[in-house]
C-alpha cells in the first residue's frame, strides 16, 4: 500500500514551459485535492475533486488546470509556467466518514517546482 | 468562505514544557478541525482532530481543545520533547454537500530548546 504519491519529486522549468504533475492514490479515495506550499502562507487550495470525472476551483487556481480522468489519478497542469507559481506542491486525498462528512486528508510527499 | 487565523507564527519552548498554539474560524458553521505536523523536507501528517460534538479531545501528550461560541480551538502539547519541532497547522471544514474541503491556518513553527 503506497498510499498517495507524486511525480515528479523535483522540477526545474523556463517562463512559459508547460508541465503535468502526477498524483496516484490506491486508498479508494473519493476525494483528491492540490495544495501549493508557500513560506509564512501555510496550504492553500488550487482545485480539487470529488469524483472521477469532476473537478472544482480552490483558493488559488489561475494558470493552473486539473483532470481525474481515473479515480485513483489527479494530475495538475501548468500551461505556461511563471516564476510566480515557484512552490512546493501538495496532492492529497481523503474518504468521507459516514453522512457527518467528517474526513482526514492523506498527503503525497510532494513537488518541488522551480520555475525560472 | 471560511477564514482560519494561526498564532503564534514561531514558538519555542524549553524541552520538557508546553506549547500553546491557538486558531480561530470564521465560519460558525464549520464542524471538523484537524491539526497537521509538518517536519522539515516531509508532508504534513495528521495528529489529532476534533468534531464540533465534543469540547476537548486528548492523546498521550497532545490534546486539542474547542470553543465553538468563540470560533476558536487550540493544540495543547505537554512535557515537550525534541521531536516535537515541526511546523503545526490547524485546518477547518464545514459541511457543503458533496464538495468538503479543509482551509488551512498559516502554520506555526514550534522549536524545542534542549
Known amino acids: 500500500n503506497a498510499g498517495v504519491t507524486q511525480t515528479p519529486k523535483f522540477r526545474v522549468l523556463k517562463t512559459g514551459q508547460s508541465m503535468t504533475l502526477l498524483c496516484a492514490q490506491d486508498m479508494n479515495h473519493e476525494y483528491m485535492y492540490w495544495y501549493r506550499q508557500d513560506p509564512g502562507m501555510g496550504l492553500r487550495l488550487i482545485h480539487y475533486s470529488v469524483g472521477e470525472g469532476t473537478t472544482a476551483k480552490g483558493e488559488v487556481p489561475d494558470g493552473y488546470n486539473v483532470s481525474r480522468l481515473k479515480k485513483q489519478n489527479f494530475l495538475l497542469g501548468l500551461e505556461s509556467a511563471a516564476p510566480s507559481q515557484t512552490s512546493v506542491y501538495f496532492c492529497a486525498s481523503s474518504y468521507v466518514r459516514s453522512r457527518l462528512t467528517y474526513y482526514e486528508q492523506y498527503f503525497g510527499p510532494g513537488t518541488r517546482l522551480t520555475v525560472t | 468562505g471560511e477564514n482560519v487565523e494561526q498564532h503564534p507564527s514561531t514558538l519555542s519552548v524549553q524541552e520538557g514544557d508546553s506549547a500553546v498554539i491557538k486558531c480561530t474560524y470564521s465560519d460558525s458553521a464549520s464542524n471538523y478541525f484537524p491539526w497537521y505536523k509538518q517536519e522539515l523536507g516531509k508532508r504534513p501528517q495528521l495528529i489529532i482532530d476534533?468534531?464540533?460534538?465534543?469540547g476537548e479531545k486528548k492523546d498521550q501528550r497532545i490534546a486539542v481543545t474547542l470553543n465553538k461560541t468563540a470560533k476558536h480551538f487550540s493544540l495543547h502539547i505537554t512535557e515537550t520533547q525534541p521531536e516535537d519541532s515541526a511546523v503545526y497547522f490547524c485546518a477547518a471544514s464545514r459541511p457543503n454537500f458533496g464538495n468538503e474541503k479543509l482551509t488551512f491556518g498559516t502554520g506555526t513553527r514550534l522549536t524545542i530548546i534542549p
Open positions: 476534533i468534531r464540533s460534538n465534543v
